[in-house]
């Protein structure tokens, strides 16, 4: 069964930038869509932004425009967030999703001021 396992996630100061990294375990191929999702403290879980699965497509969500890049590596099945930046506002648990798999233990960013 294929799983999720998000890692990178750490404490920064406002401005900083971050990677995140989401290792897809137990499914060998990279033909799909993925996607990253955000869930802040007493908030719905939201989308943050997606990929194709040959990279040329890229979507994402309105206030990351321009602060993250969402890119993968098909040979490890992995994906990455690059942000930049960052808000205290972008504090919340990461994950990533792909289709058929379960939502992943996330990774926590905290974002201080």
């Known amino acids: 069964q294929m799983q999720l396992v998000e890692s990178g996630g750490g404490l920064v100061q406002a401005g900083d930038s971050l990677r995140l990294s989401c290792a897809v375990v137990g499914h060998r191929n990279s033909d799909y869509a993925m996607g990253w999702f955000r869930q802040a403290p007493g908030k719905e879980r939201e989308f943050v932004g997606g990929i194709g699965w040959s990279a040329g497509t890229q979507k994402y969500a309105d206030d990351m425009k321009g602060r993250c890049t969402i890119s993968r590596d098909n040979t490890e099945t992995t994906i990455y967030l690059q942000m930049t930046n960052l808000k205290p506002e972008d504090t919340a648990i990461y994950y990533c999703?792909?289709?058929?798999?379960?939502w992943g233990q996330g990774t926590q960013v905290t974002v201080s001021s």
């Open positions: 999703l792909a289709p058929g798999a379960n």
